[in-house]
Nanobody, 119 residues
C-alpha cells in the first residue's frame, strides 16, 4: 500500500510565500514522476507543476516564474515553493505520484492541503 502525505498549506497574504511538502511511503519500487495539482471551489482540478525522474519540470503558465517544484534528497519527497502568491492561487493542493508498487505502474493521490491567499 502506498500513501502520499502533504503538508505546508495555510493562510497567507497576497505576495507572500508558502512551501508545500509531500512524502510518499509504502510499497514503492520506483517513482516515475511527482507533481502538484490544485482544485479551486467550483473548478476542475488542474496541473500546477510536475517533475519527472529525469529531472524534467513542467509548470502551468499561471505559476511560471513564481512557483518552483523540486525533489528532496530522499527521492520519495517533492516540494512546491510558492512565491508571490495571488488570491487566485487559493485552492486545495494535491500531491500526485506515478510510481511502480512492485506489481504495476499506478497513480496515487494525497488527500490535499488547503492554501488560502487573502487580498
Amino acid at each position: 500500500q502506498v500513501q502520499l502525505v502533504e503538508s505546508g498549506g495555510g493562510l497567507v497574504q497576497a505576495g507572500g510565500s508558502l512551501r508545500l511538502s509531500c512524502a510518499a511511503s509504502g510499497s514503492i519500487f520506483s517513482i516515475n514522476s511527482m507533481g502538484w495539482y490544485r482544485q479551486a471551489p467550483g473548478k476542475q482540478r488542474e496541473l500546477v507543476a510536475s517533475v519527472a525522474d529525469t529531472g524534467t519540470r513542467n509548470y502551468a503558465d499561471s505559476v511560471k516564474g513564481r512557483f518552483t517544484i523540486f525533489r528532496g534528497n530522499a527521492k520519495n519527497t517533492v516540494y512546491l515553493q510558492m512565491n508571490s502568491l495571488k488570491p487566485e492561487d487559493t485552492a486545495v493542493y494535491y500531491c500526485r505520484a506515478e510510481l511502480n508498487n512492485f506489481k504495476s505502474n499506478m497513480i496515487y493521490w494525497g488527500k490535499g492541503t488547503l492554501v488560502t491567499v487573502s487580498s
